[in-house]
């Protein structure tokens, strides 16, 4: 089942790894983003619209990465963290939403 393929009205579980590493973070809060888009779209929506495209998905997801980047980075005194923020910021969120949705919509 794809991102997109929530069952409607069913309440969401995301189901991931742990490790306890700070992109194990970055992972869990971009999915959360998935979760809630998906409860509040069924909530305000009827069945046949309550469906978004795989583009604007990525929407409050990369949202909820960009304010966890923000808040490290404002709020550690740890520069190793706020390094991590940054190029996390940088690397995977640009390149997610960046490049691989952009192949994915060419292909």
């Known amino acids: 089942m ?3 393929d929530d069952p409607y009205r069913i309440h969401p579980y995301d189901l991931m790894s ?3 590493r ?3 973070v970055y992972t ?3 999915e959360i983003g998935h979760s809630d888009q998906f409860i509040f ?3 305000h929506q009827s ?5 978004m495209s795989t583009y604007y998905v990525e929407a409050p997801s990369t949202f909820n990465e960009l304010l966890l980047s923000d808040y490290l980075e404002n709020q550690s005194d740890d520069l190793r963290q706020k390094r991590f923020a940054l190029a996390h910021r940088l690397t995977d969120t640009y390149f997610h939403n960046f490049i691989t949705h952009l192949l ?3 292909f």
């Open 28 to 30: 869990l809060i971009h």
């Open 104 to 106: 994915e919509a060419a």
């Open 22 to 24: 700070l992109s194990d």
């Open 2 to 4: 794809g991102e997109t």
């Open 47 to 51: 069945y046949f619209n309550a469906h």
């Open 41 to 43: 779209s069924d909530n």
């Open 18 to 20: 742990w490790t306890g």
